[in-house]
């Protein structure tokens, strides 16, 4: 209860005063921000080959530069960093954009993924690991976008499921989410019929100016075509949206057939006007793909068609973070500017990326091969990324018995399979899904000789408890 007035020296009597900051006066928009999957589910990285070990160690204690045990081109790719730092370690802050050498190397590396469609290091800002390349990047680019209030405010498509980091960033930045479902049906394909609906209702009480697009897709795993990314780019050209690309899964696609297109490719092939005009982010990260160093947080956004004076606004709201971590910088780096078939590193490091990548799709494999025999649970194939999202069936009882808990259906299942086994995966309501259908989300990354296993052991817990439940 607050004091009134004349009550102040009562409080200074019984020292009694009530906080400042409580969850009644904080900001509610932070209050509405949900990360599911940084709840139970526990996520497991890849090792990066050896040479990023070495070029890091290099930058972080220069002295090494005179050992005998460090490959030589490891040693020139560190000289290199480190003249870009001034020639120190890796201790200083650099500009708030990221080292102007590292920029230019990823915009070599964004041309060669591109058949030589041009990058320019200016439109290109490092951040913070994949999520922080949306945060930082997105968000900042949503700061830009985001203003108004009642019918003017601002809204944003993101595909459901979708990864809860975009309904995070909206809820704090109190735009709205403006839900489009993946056709699960079609391996979760993005239909632009569904993106007009979206946008046809949401326009009733929102000003819609942007489009987000996950590809390959988290949590669903799928990799969409290049007609769909063609298609998604005239909507967003028509509609006057901002298309904002999360492609931090580019080096993750597996399935026969499927391929990855970027955004920035399909969008300059298809020639004006949208080559010209139509306003684009994409975003990628040294924490996924074969690298999998999370923990390094190194990431980039490239901004396309951008106006140039909203750029500048841009970079000033970058500046207020002072830079990203250098490390991390460097280790995009080295992602980036992979040895070249001359380097004394190649041969490993080629060995190692494809060894990681085909474990990945044979992984993949399994996991829809085991689910899709298990009745009353059905997983789409997992053409790129690192997780399923199987669609389960749950008996009328065990729903009954979750809302009596206050819990959504698939979170009970998923906490009653992790007391029982130990097994963590995510409930599918952490991410979205069409209502009456439950899934949850597997990353596919423990080892083959721990994943069969644990899949045949989640596989028959689900049979146990719609037994149980039936």
């Not at 990221?98 to 800002?125: H, K, M, T």
């Not at 684009?280 to 074969?290: D, I, T």
């Not at 990326?353 to 992984?363: D, G, I, R, S, T």
């Amino acid at each position: 209860m607050a004091l009134r007035a004349g009550d102040h020296s009562q409080a200074a009597m019984t020292g009694v005063k009530e906080k400042v900051l409580t969850l009644d006066t904080m900001n509610s928009s932070i209050r509405r921000v949900e990360y599911a999957v940084r709840g139970p589910i526990v996520l497991r990285a890849l090792e990066l080959e050896q040479e990023l070990r070495q070029v890091l160690a290099l930058c972080a204690h220069p002295d090494l530069l005179n050992s005998p045990n460090f490959p030589e081109d490891a040693k020139r790719r560190a000289e290199h960093i480190l003249r870009a730092c001034g020639g120190h370690s890796l201790g200083a802050y650099s500009i708030s954009s990221g080292i102007q050498l590292i920029r230019e190397d990823v915009a070599r590396y964004i041309q060669q993924r591109d058949g030589g469609i041009s990058a320019d290091p200016d439109n290109i800002f490092l951040s913070t690991g994949a999520s922080n390349a949306i945060v930082v990047g997105a968000k900042t680019v949503l700061k830009l976008l985001v203003a108004g209030e009642g019918r003017t405010r601002s809204g944003v498509l993101i595909p459901i499921p979708q990864y809860p980091l975009y309904s995070a960033a909206l809820a704090e930045l109190n735009a709205v989410q403006v839900d489009y479902y993946l056709d699960e049906e079609r391996v979760w394909a993005l239909d632009v019929a569904e993106l007009r609906r979206a946008l046809r209702q949401a326009r009733e009480h929102c000003r819609p100016c942007a489009l987000c697009v996950i590809n390959p897709g988290n949590p669903t795993g799928q990799v969409q075509t290049r007609e769909c990314i063609e298609a998604v780019i005239r909507f967003a050209f028509e509609e006057r949206l901002f298309l904002l690309a999360d492609e931090v899964y580019q080096d993750n696609v597996y399935a026969e057939g499927s391929q990855f297109h970027s955004f920035k490719k399909v969008l300059t092939e298809m020639g004006s006007p949208y080559a010209e005009q139509q306003e684009l982010a994409s975003f990628h990260s040294v924490s996924k793909g074969y690298m999998g160093e999370c923990g390094f947080r190194g990431g980039y956004v490239e901004v396309v068609n951008m106006d140039p004076a909203v750029q500048q606004q841009m970079r000033k709201l970058m500046s207020v973070r002072l830079c990203p971590p250098v490390p991390g910088q460097v280790l995009l780096d080295v992602v980036v500017s992979p040895p070249a078939p001359s380097d004394p590193s190649f041969a490993q490091f080629q060995a190692e990326k494809q060894a990681v990548l085909a474990e990945l799709a044979a992984k993949a494999k399994l996991t829809e091969q085991v689910f899709n025999e298990s009745p009353g649970i059905h997983c789409n194939p997992v053409q790129g990324a690192m997780y399923s999202f199987p669609r389960m069936q749950l008996p009328p009882r065990a729903v009954q018995r979750a809302q009596e808990l206050g819990l959504a259906p698939d979170m009970f299942f998923c906490m009653s399979l992790l007391e029982e086994t130990g097994i963590c995966v995510v409930p599918g309501s952490g991410f979205g899904q069409r209502e009456g259908t439950y899934h949850f989300r597997m990353t596919i990354l423990p080892p083959m000789e721990k994943l069969r296993p644990l899949l045949e052991k989640l596989s028959q817990f689900h049979a146990k408890f719609t037994q149980e439940y039936s």
